[in-house]
């Protein structure tokens, strides 16, 4: 039996792929942190947190996954290559428009993550510059730092000190969690087989299996 690549990956085929793509809870886990960003600020303008959350939807649910399927198939989908380049074209376009957007209301501030955004999703997920990003600390500025700044700016039009703390927990929590996630991708992505035994103190040997 294949092993799926994972743990929420269905069955391969159909509409079942882009459920695999979206990765649910890694985007459920993006968007918490946009929710949090945004609650931090003083106000909370319903509206510009609908929008926040919606954006990253698109940009990381979407765009991100598509272009990292696209580039060496991680989740073993079926899904045609141009259809995931037109999703990640059409769903990272559509976060920028909602940014510019966002911008006209907010102001100037918001701008340098409406430029800075769309570099992270396509230089990340497509391993660019030497795949300089792809690593464990790109995941977790990328993917924890930036979403809480950009909804805490996009609710209070500035930085704060609680908006940089939330930052830096959130970049130290997608450290732990790549640190534990990256050995299961391992197992799932690329092993067929092991073998051996796990020995404890007290003499007694658990073989080791799938």
């Given at each position: 039996?294949?092993?799926?690549?994972?743990?929420?990956?269905?069955?391969?085929?159909?509409?079942?792929?882009?459920?695999?793509?979206?990765?649910?809870?890694?985007?459920?886990?993006?968007?918490?942190?946009?929710?949090?960003?945004?609650?931090?600020?003083?106000h909370v303008r319903l509206d510009?947190?609908?929008?926040?959350?919606?954006?990253?939807?698109?940009?990381?649910?979407?765009?991100?996954?598509?272009?990292?399927?696209?580039?060496?198939?991680?989740?073993?989908?079926?899904?045609?290559?141009?259809?995931?380049?037109?999703?990640?074209?059409?769903?990272?376009?559509?976060?920028?428009?909602?940014?510019?957007?966002?911008?006209?209301?907010?102001?100037?501030?918001?701008?340098?993550?409406?430029?800075?955004?769309?570099?992270?999703?396509?230089?990340?997920?497509?391993?660019?510059?030497?795949?300089?990003?792809?690593?464990?600390?790109?995941?977790?500025?990328?993917?924890?730092?930036?979403?809480?700044?950009?909804?805490?700016?996009?609710?209070?039009?500035?930085?704060?000190?609680?908006?940089?703390?939330?930052?830096?927990?959130?970049?130290?929590?997608?450290?732990?969690?790549?640190?534990?996630?990256?050995?299961?991708?391992?197992?799932?992505?690329?092993?067929?087989?092991?073998?051996?035994?796990?020995?404890?103190?007290?003499?007694?040997?658990?073989?080791?299996?799938?």
């Open positions: 039996m294949e092993l799926r690549p994972a743990y929420y990956a269905a069955a391969r085929g159909g509409i079942r792929d882009w459920w695999t793509l979206l990765h649910p809870p890694y985007t459920a886990w993006n968007l918490g942190y946009v929710v949090l960003g945004a609650c931090l600020a003083p510009r947190l609908i929008a926040s959350v919606f954006g990253f939807f698109l940009a990381v649910g979407i765009g991100a996954h598509a272009l990292d399927e696209l580039h060496g198939r991680p989740l073993r989908t079926r899904i045609p290559s141009w259809a995931l380049v037109t999703a990640a074209a059409v769903s990272t376009a559509g976060a920028v428009g909602l940014g510019l957007a966002g911008a006209v209301r907010v102001g100037w501030t918001l701008v340098p993550f409406l430029v800075v955004g769309p570099i992270l999703v396509v230089a990340y997920n497509a391993e660019l510059f030497g795949g300089v990003l792809h690593n464990d600390w790109g995941f977790a500025v990328s993917w924890g730092a930036f979403p809480v700044l950009t909804a805490y700016v996009a609710q209070a039009q500035s930085l704060s000190a609680a908006a940089i703390l939330a930052a830096a927990a959130t970049t130290a929590f997608s450290l732990a969690q790549r640190a534990l996630s990256t050995p299961a991708r391992h197992l799932r992505r690329r092993v067929t087989e092991v073998e051996g035994a796990m020995s404890t103190a007290d003499g007694a040997a658990t073989a080791i299996d799938r």
